[in-house]
């Protein structure tokens, strides 16, 4: 698990186009046109698609998501996560497993929620607000997170950018 329970949670949920035009912070908005440009005529992007040199400013706030589905059940794998996201967490997820619905309360059902979500609408989710971790104070931030297809129909993975923003926001 990413990390213990008793986290506190505010953070809605905005999907489609609203995601994208609600976008606040220039690196999620420089992320959402590379993979409006990756995407280009196609339903959405693919994992072969995205080149990390073109990106590099954006790396250490990345977020990518492998979906699994064995014997029926769904389940994450992180497979980046990125240097800014690690300080942010104090906790390195890269490698980290989790079922699609894991006990509530833990940081890792608000996760697999909104990889739920970007599945379920085939397209970008915004997430924005307040989290927080256990003995912690808030860490505000602002999210988006885009499915990715190899095949061009089924999402096999899920990119995500995420940065801290400022309390004011």
């Not at 213990?4 to 908005?29: H, M, Q, V, W, Y």
């Not at 959402?32 to 280009?40: I, N, R």
């Not at 309360?105 to 927080?132: C, E, F, H, K, Y």
Request: hydrophobic share 40%; proline share 7%.
């Amino acid at each position: 698990m990413l990390s213990p329970r008793n986290n506190s949670f505010s953070i809605p949920i905005e999907t489609g186009d609203t995601a994208i035009t609600s976008l606040t912070d220039k690196r999620l908005r420089a992320l959402a046109a590379s993979y409006a440009d990756w995407a280009s005529g196609k339903p959405m992007a693919a994992r072969s698609d995205i080149v990390p040199r073109k990106i590099p400013r954006l790396l250490p706030y990345i977020l990518l998501f492998d979906r699994i589905t064995q014997h029926g059940r769904a389940s994450f794998r992180t497979r980046l996560c990125g240097s800014e996201i690690t300080e942010m967490l104090r906790f390195d997820a890269t490698g980290e497993s989790f079922g699609a619905n894991p006990p509530a309360g833990d940081i890792t059902s608000r996760i697999a929620q909104t990889l739920n979500t970007v599945i379920a609408v085939r397209g970008p989710v915004r997430v924005a607000g307040n989290l927080q971790l256990a003995g912690r104070e808030f860490v505000h931030f602002e999210a988006i997170f885009f499915p990715l297809s190899d095949d061009g129909s089924t999402i096999d993975k899920i990119l995500g950018c995420v940065v801290r923003r400022p309390a004011t926001q």
